[in-house]
């Protein structure tokens, strides 16, 4: 190796060092507050529907239909945002966004009827998830596939914060001031996180790294990543782990209200107790990197979750309560162990693309999660089946398609 040749690798791995250094602590809790926006944003108005639908003149059907174009603008939104930060860098872009959904959340309080109301949450959410796609790419431009995961564990553990929280605060502001105070906190938590965005988050992207490119190149590099086996089998499996997480999610009042006779009071408690299990696993997950590699990491997780959810499907019906909270438990607990891996492994392999690698694995994510939602709903025969069965349904096809995955990186010799 040339003298040349060897300063300049030093410089560049200087240079990356620095930027490496630049991620603290405040920055990780940054963008794990930019992760909240999504649960944030769908948990907190909840209470508010009867008296939106009241206020609008509309049924609560139509005012439920703000919801879907919010997760509809949290899909198209990360596709926008994908090819924008791979050529503009990752700050601008997130800032922009930032600023975007505290607009048009402070906007929602001012919205003269339900059509207005309806744009306008569409256009909330694809300001929104900026900070889901480009949180991503920021730490895997920054570090390795064993690092990440790491990083992306601890930013989940704050992000499953915000589902145990949205609902009671939501509640209570509702009662005391009205759905407007909903979207007036929501544009106060978006400004607020602005000046942390503008004051913590380094720019991960030099600008000899930076590709601008047209649509036809876009939709190109979107095909090329598709067809990429080590991108796209590790983002199948952790969307499937979404969907295992929405199965319960979209059964549990359900079983614990319905079948198991509990209190809407005792119900929010044992639906905390899953929130309480993701932040375990994603600690768990930082303390398992330091002695195995992400795709161990990843094969004991889902190996896990398959027996948890093939219990819950095969007995799940005669167990007593706390057993089956406990397998619940498990299930959840898998979640960010399988998730910061998966997508840690899958930026890694999009190379020049991550930003297009990020708002895949977010779209493969919520899709996956709506389907099993779906599937909860279609096969609902009024027992719990529905539900554990599409639990299961998703461990096992995750963990099938990993055994195929987790070869083509053994063959790569990924670590």
């Not at 564990?153 to 929280?165: C, D, E, K, N, Y």
């Not at 799940?316 to 438990?329: A, E, K, R, T």
Request: aromatic share 8%; hydrophobic share 55%.
């Amino acid at each position: 190796m040339s003298s040349r040749v060897r300063v300049a690798a030093s410089q560049s791995e200087s240079a990356g060092d620095a930027r490496r250094r630049s991620v603290g602590k405040r920055t990780v809790i940054v963008l794990a507050a930019l992760g909240t926006f999504a649960p944030l944003s769908t948990d907190m108005y909840l209470a508010g529907f009867p008296e939106l639908a009241q206020g609008f003149g509309t049924s609560v059907g139509e005012v439920q239909l703000s919801l879907s174009l919010f997760l509809l603008g949290l899909a198209i939104g990360q596709l926008f945002y994908g090819p924008v930060i791979d050529g503009w860098g990752r700050k601008l872009p997130l800032v922009s966004g930032v600023a975007f959904f505290a607009a048009i959340s402070l906007s929602i309080v001012f919205a003269p009827n339900i059509e207005t109301f309806l744009v306008l949450r569409f256009l909330q959410a694809v300001g929104g998830c900026a900070g889901m796609v480009v949180g991503r790419a920021i730490i895997s431009d920054l570090y390795d596939k064993q690092e990440a995961a790491t990083l992306l564990s601890s930013v989940m553990a704050i992000q499953a914060l915000a589902p145990i929280v949205a609902p009671v605060i939501g509640g209570y502001v509702t009662a005391t001031a009205g759905w407007h105070s909903i979207f007036a906190l929501l544009a106060g938590i978006g400004f607020v996180c602005l000046l942390a965005v503008i004051l913590t988050i380094p720019e991960s992207l030099p600008s000899s790294a930076r590709q601008r490119e047209s649509l036809s190149q876009t939709l190109t590099n979107y095909g090329q990543l598709l067809a990429n086996r080590s991108f796209l089998l590790p983002a199948i499996v952790g969307g499937l782990s979404f969907a295992v997480g929405f199965a319960f999610v979209s059964g549990s009042s359900f079983i614990y209200m319905t079948l198991y006779g509990v209190s809407a009071e005792v119900y929010g408690w044992l639906f905390a107790l899953n929130a309480v299990g993701i932040i375990v696993g994603a600690i768990l997950n930082g303390a398992m990197l330091r002695r195995i590699n992400s795709r161990c990491a990843t094969t004991i997780s889902l190996a896990t979750c398959l027996a948890a959810a093939s219990v819950l499907f095969l007995f799940g019906s005669d167990m007593p309560l706390v057993l089956l909270m406990g397998l619940f438990f498990m299930c959840s607990l898998t979640l960010p162990i399988t998730g910061a891996n998966t997508v840690a492994l899958a930026l890694a392999a999009s190379g020049n693309h991550r930003g297009g690698g990020s708002a895949i694995v977010g779209v493969m994510q919520f899709v996956c999660a709506g389907l099993a939602a779906t599937a909860v709903g279609l096969f609902n025969d009024g027992s719990m089946t529905a539900v554990t069965g599409t639990m299961l349904a998703g461990a096992l096809i995750s963990l099938m398609v990993w055994s195929f995955a987790k070869r083509g990186l053994t063959s790569k010799g990924d670590d």
